[in-house]
């Protein structure tokens, strides 16, 4: 059974900085395409990173672009959001999410696994 899980959200204020983690059970990441995506209230679900299995390419939406890094460590499993100079637009639940075929990470269908989401809200 697979399972991911989110952890690392929370409330901080605008300027400062967040890691998300995403825990995967029941697969390797080291062989799945991963994703980023957040949902702020009323709002459809966002791509917001990327990274494909190969480890060559990450991908970022153009609103997190120099602030947000990708990374996955195989040791562990887990694969992070390094989230800096938060701003308060950033405020949703971020979701991890793994899938294999179409290396299209940005498109929100065709994700094969996704996790329970983690909150961060950001003051102003």
């Known amino acids: 059974q697979v399972q991911l899980v989110e952890s690392g959200g929370g409330l901080v204020q605008a300027g400062g900085s967040l890691r998300l983690s995403c825990a995967a059970s029941?697969?390797?990441?080291?062989?799945?395409?991963i994703g980023w995506f957040r949902q702020a209230p009323g709002k459809e679900r966002e791509f917001v990173a990327g990274?494909?299995?190969?480890?060559?390419?990450?991908y970022y939406a153009d609103s997190v672009k120099g602030r947000f890094t990708i990374s996955r460590d195989s040791a562990t499993n887990t694969v992070y959001l390094q989230m800096n100079s938060l701003k308060p637009e950033d405020t949703a639940v971020y979701y991890c999410?793994?899938?294999?075929?179409?290396?299209?990470?940005?498109?929100?269908?065709?994700?094969?696994?996704w996790g329970q989401g983690t909150q961060v809200t950001v003051s102003s």
């Open positions: 990274r494909l299995w190969s480890d060559i390419n990450t």
């Open positions: 029941g697969l390797t990441f080291s062989t799945y395409h």
């Open positions: 999410a793994a899938k294999r075929g179409s290396s299209a990470v940005n498109l929100r269908a065709g994700y094969d696994y």
